[in-house]
Nanobody, 114 residues
Framework: QAQLVESGGGLVQAGESLRLSCAAS????????MGWYRQAPGKQRELVAS???????NYADSAKGRFTISKDNAKNTVYLQMNSLKPEDTAVYYC????????WGQGTQVTVSS
């Protein structure tokens, strides 16, 4: 059964860092584009960062310079390193297998206090 399992969320203070991990199973991870999305209360889910099978990355303007997406094909895992966190980064963060396989993780809560 294909699944994505996120981990690494939590409560931090503004300015601190977190690293989210997303472990994939049941898909051919190495050929899949992967992404991190987030959804804050009352807001639409938005793309934070994505990475292609070849390693090319794309970031939302809000994430540029602070967040880094990376992947380890040997571990079937994609990461999101988040530095200099702000209260407005508070959201549920979701991992997504973008293409060719499409799959969502269950989400992990990130809360940044001021």
């Amino acid at each position: 059964q294909a699944q994505l399992v996120e981990s690494g969320g939590g409560l931090v203070q503004a300015g601190e860092s977190l690293r989210l991990s997303c472990a994939a199973s049941g898909i051919i991870f190495s050929i899949n584009a992967m992404g991190w999305y987030r959804q804050a209360p009352g807001k639409q889910r938005e793309l934070v960062a994505s990475i292609t099978s070849g390693g090319s990355t794309n970031y939302a303007d809000s994430a540029k310079g602070r967040f880094t997406i990376s992947k380890d094909n040997a571990k079937n895992t994609v990461y999101l390193q988040m530095n200099s966190l702000k209260p407005e980064d508070t959201a549920v963060y979701y991992c997504k297998a973008i293409q060719p396989f499409v799959l969502w993780g269950q989400g992990t809560q990130v809360t940044v206090s001021s």
